[in-house]
């Protein structure tokens, strides 16, 4: 049982210090020494093999370390430690937004969040696009096309979003050929 909270604590610090993805990797391969759970080339191998599978890097990792180390309790409590910070501080903020619901000051501040979440994500938007749309300097009709026929399934027909996905890798392919 203790190896299972040291396993879960090591994972606590992990992920409040690191901000996801490859930032981790130093901490990670630090605390894997440091406890002798696994040697740097094991690390190495861990985090190869949990960048090549979906999900967020912080929890496959876990998954695939305290997999190693402690078997399926292991793997929950790794995975239990990875989330502890976030569920916190979601946590918290509930309790926060909840608190000051009615504050004015509250009410100004997502006045100017709002709008801010939106220009990140146009930002985003334009940045993809100008990625994907665009060769260079001109446009590439048909990623464009790709994206038209996905903007249609998604908003008109209502497909769901793994579906438009496949249909798109489909087409991609079909295109490219």
């Known amino acids: 049982m203790l190896e299972l909270l040291e396993l879960y604590w090591t ?16 901490l990670l391969q630090q605390e894997m020494l440091s406890h002798g759970w696994m040697t740097e080339a094991e690390v190495g191998d861990i985090v190869a093999i949990a960048e090549m599978t979906p999900g967020p890097l912080s929890l496959n990792c876990a998954s695939f370390v305290g997999m190693r180390i402690a078997g399926i309790r292991g793997s929950l409590f790794a995975n239990l430690g990875v989330m502890t910070p976030s569920l916190t501080v979601a946590f918290l903020a509930v309790i926060f937004l909840q608190k000051f619901q009615k504050s004015k000051t509250l009410s100004r501040a997502m006045y100017g969040v709002r709008p801010a979440a939106l220009g990140m994500i146009i930002a985003t938007i ?7 749309y665009f060769i260079s300097g001109s446009v590439y009709f048909p ?4 994206g ?12 769901n979003i793994p579906l438009t996905i496949l249909v798109s890798a489909a087409m991609g392919i079909l295109i490219t050929r």
Do not use: C, H, Q, W
């Not at 990623?143 to 790709?146: D, Y």
């Open 126 to 132: 334009l940045t993809l696009s100008r990625e994907n």
């Open 143 to 146: 990623t464009v096309i790709i």
């Open 148 to 159: 038209v026929i996905a903007l249609v399934l998604l908003m008109v027909a209502k497909l």
């Open 11 to 26: 994972y606590v610090k992990i992920s409040f210090v690191s901000f996801g993805g490859m930032s981790m990797v130093p």
